[in-house]
Nanobody
């Protein structure tokens, strides 16, 4: 059974930082392309950051320079370090794993940026 278990969300003040973890079981993060998506109220889900099986990373323009995606192969975990958070980053964040036709999602975790 494949599971992506997320942790690290919460309430943070503008300018603050959070770090997400996505621990995978049943699949290897070194094989899958891994990503973090987010969905804000009334908006479509968007890809925020991605790391391929080869280690290449990509980010949506709005988070470039602020967010960093990384992967720990021995721990089978993917991280998203988020710095300089602002209100526009408020959303539910989802971990995603994709390999050919196999796609898996985490349960989602809320991030609220507010003073």
């Amino acid at each position: 059974q494949v599971q992506l278990v997320e942790s690290g969300g919460g309430l943070v003040q503008p300018g603050g930082s959070l770090r997400f973890s996505c621990r995978a079981s049943g699949i290897g993060v070194r094989i899958y392309d891994m990503g973090w998506y987010r969905q804000a109220p009334g908006k479509q889900r968007e890809l925020v950051a991605a790391i391929t099986s080869g280690g290449s990373t990509d980010y949506v323009d709005s988070v470039k320079g602020r967010f960093t995606i990384s992967r720990d192969r021995p721990k089978n975990t993917v991280y998203l370090q988020m710095n300089s958070l602002n209100a526009e980053d408020t959303a539910v964040y989802y971990c995603n794993a994709a390999f050919t036709r196999f796609i898996y999602w985490g349960q989602g975790t809320q991030v609220t940026v507010s003073s």
